[in-house]
């Protein structure tokens, strides 16, 4: 059971979903196959599981990160499985929200009249959400996450067990699989992750709830997502961070993202996803990048954006 925050139109593939149980308390166990030790540890969902099935993650890229220090895996292209299929069909900002039988997409809109009549498939639905609307573009980024939270709370965690968020200028490209699939994940940002960690652009404004000195890694706010616990967890406090900064006359540098970003780094995400799941082609050709399954969207900020 699935459920998507997007905003654009197109197919997602998830390889061998699966789902796995964290026990409470913390043990291991050791065991050999084919002369190799291996050991299995059950642990609290943010701390990185090895099985026989996820141990190709770390040994099948020589020449990238594959693990945080808190031992979360980083994904890249060949550590991923294989083979259910999910097609996805969207238009404007959604959550789509999978149970059993029915697929139900949640557009947030401050117009719903002019919300299109949209044929779809058997056993879907759409529901039309009015939010409010927001003269500055940077206001409508940040208070996503009141809507988020909001959808969530009413409808997506008596059906669903994940969500995952999407800027709307953005295009699949390649399979985005179910390796993608986590507790709480985060995406490194295409931009950065090549970058010393002192080039990184967090909020440096100490009057700011999502400054920060230093951190892990720099993440981007196009994609992120989770249990709906975790992504409840997230949203919540990334608007209460919010408006406290809106109360003291305070704006993040990067809004949303300064304090995902701060999020992120005070609660480690289980699993990271590399630039190939958010990828900017007018950075151009480097090694690293086998795959890019997501691509930014041209942007035409003049016709969209009012400031």
């Known amino acids: 059971e699935l459920s998507f925050v997007s905003v654009l139109e197109s197919e997602i593939r998830l390889n061998n979903f699966n789902i796995i149980t964290f026990m409470n308390e913390f043990f291991k166990i050791t065991i050999t196959c084919f002369c190799l030790p291996i050991r299995i540890f059950f642990a609290e969902p943010d701390t990185c599981v090895l099985t026989l099935n996820n141990f190709c ?17 980083i994904i890249w292209d060949g550590m991923e499985g294989s083979s259910v299929a999910l097609t996805v069909f969207a238009v404007g900002r959604f959550v789509l929200c999978k149970n059993k039988t029915l697929f139900t997409y949640y557009v947030f809109t401050d117009n719903p009249e002019k919300m299109p009549d949209i ?27 009141k809507a988020i939270s909001g959808v969530i709370e009413s409808d997506i965690r008596h059906r669903c067990t994940h969500v995952f968020c999407f800027d709307v200028d953005q295009v699949f490209t390649a399979r985005f699989g179910s390796e993608a699939l986590g507790d709480s994940v985060a995406v490194l940002h295409a931009h950065y992750y090549r970058l010393p960690r002192e080039q990184y652009t967090y909020d440096r404004n100490p009057k700011s709830k999502a400054y920060m000195e230093n951190g892990d890694f720099y993440y981007h ?27 003291n006359g305070v704006e993040a540098l990067w809004h949303d993202e300064s304090h995902l970003n701060k999020y ?14 958010c990828w900017d082609t007018s950075i151009g050709y480097t090694s690293d990048i086998r795959v890019s399954r997501l691509l930014w969207a041209p942007k035409h900020y003049d016709s969209l954006r009012t400031n």
């Open 119 to 145: 044929k779809l498939a058997p056993q879907r639905s759409i529901k039309v959400i009015k939010v409010e609307r927001h003269a500055r573009w940077q206001d409508i980024s940040m208070m996503r996450m």
């Open 221 to 247: 706010a196009a994609v992120f997502g989770g249990s709906w616990r975790s992504v409840k967890a997230l949203t919540e406090a990334c608007y209460q961070s919010i408006m406290e900064d809106k109360e």
């Open 264 to 277: 992120m780094w005070l609660h480690k995400p289980s699993r990271v996803l590399s630039p190939e799941y």
């Open 57 to 73: 993650y770390f040994r099948s890229r020589r020449d990238v990160q594959t693990c945080t220090s808190w031992k979360a895996p």
